[in-house]
């Protein structure tokens, strides 16, 4: 008996919208097209589940924060479930306020939803959270503590108050690969806690 070909349909769909959304941009600090860091989380994602829905989320996960594309636009492309995700992983602006003045209550604000968001929530989390700590360890070996420098925030002490926080809120996760590595790679910049 020959194994069903895979329906891969939603996810390339999802993928040509994430290429389109991110298109032209680059990923900060880093000399590469952005889709890099979508498509790694996917990977990631896969890694943890083969639920289309959760891959599709993990490939849109920054369309909304970074690009022009709403969550009612993802609605209408991919229905409420992977608009959902997506708001759900999406940092929430504070009116009035700059990114680097906002950045702490921001960041409070996510590690408090994903707290309390669904397992499906948490894995694509997961995939940009781990998708980020891996590009900070890779910097972190070259540039050492200058690293910090290109983030509107250059407090290496608050970026290890944040990436800890996200381990405490993902934690469910911690029977998957991915989140020992995540940890893993957190302890290994911050160093063991």
Same mark, same amino acid.
């Given at each position: =008996?020959?194994?069903?070909?895979?329906?891969?349909?939603?996810?390339?769909?999802?993928?040509? /919208?994430?290429?389109? #959304?991110? #298109?032209?941009?680059?990923?900060?600090?880093?000399?590469?097209? /952005?889709?890099?860091?979508?498509?790694?989380? %996917?990977? &990631?994602? #896969?890694? =943890?589940? *083969?639920?289309?829905?959760?891959?599709?989320?993990?490939?849109?996960?920054?369309?909304?924060?970074?690009?022009?594309?709403? %969550? @009612?636009?993802?609605?209408?492309?991919? +229905?409420?479930?992977? #608009?959902?995700?997506?708001? @759900?992983? *999406?940092?929430?602006?504070?009116? +009035?306020? *700059?990114?680097?003045?906002?950045?702490?209550?921001?960041?409070? +604000?996510?590690?408090?939803?994903?707290?309390?968001?669904?397992?499906?929530?948490? =894995?694509?989390?997961?995939?940009?959270?781990?998708?980020? =700590?891996?590009? &900070?360890?890779?910097?972190?070996?070259?540039? +050492?503590?200058?690293?910090?420098?290109?983030?509107?925030?250059?407090?290496?002490? $608050?970026? $290890?108050?944040? /990436?800890?926080?996200?381990?405490?809120?993902?934690?469910?996760?911690?029977?998957?690969?991915?989140?020992?590595?995540? $940890?893993?790679? &957190?302890?290994?910049?911050?160093?063991?806690?």
């Amino acid at each position: =008996m020959a194994n069903k070909p895979l329906d891969t349909s939603l996810l390339d769909k999802a993928i040509l /919208y994430a290429v389109r #959304a991110h #298109a032209g941009t680059e990923r900060r600090g880093k000399g590469f097209p /952005y889709i890099v860091h979508p498509m790694e989380a %996917v990977e &990631i994602v #896969a890694t =943890m589940t *083969s639920d289309q829905e959760l891959l599709a989320a993990a490939v849109l996960h920054d369309v909304v924060e970074d690009t022009s594309v709403t %969550v @009612e636009d993802l609605r209408a492309s991919f +229905g409420d479930r992977i #608009a959902r995700l997506v708001e @759900e992983e *999406s940092d929430k602006c504070v009116e +009035g306020r *700059s990114e680097e003045a906002s950045w702490h209550e921001r960041k409070q +604000g996510a590690i408090n939803r994903l707290a309390r968001a669904s397992r499906d929530a948490k =894995m694509v989390a997961l995939g940009d959270k781990l998708s980020n =700590m891996r590009a &900070i360890w890779r910097d972190w070996l070259v540039k +050492g503590d200058d690293l910090w420098k290109i983030f509107h925030v250059t407090d290496r002490a $608050e970026h $290890e108050w944040h /990436y800890r926080g996200l381990a405490d809120s993902l934690r469910e996760l911690d029977d998957t690969i991915a989140f020992k590595e995540f $940890e893993h790679l &957190i302890n290994k910049v911050f160093g063991n806690k």
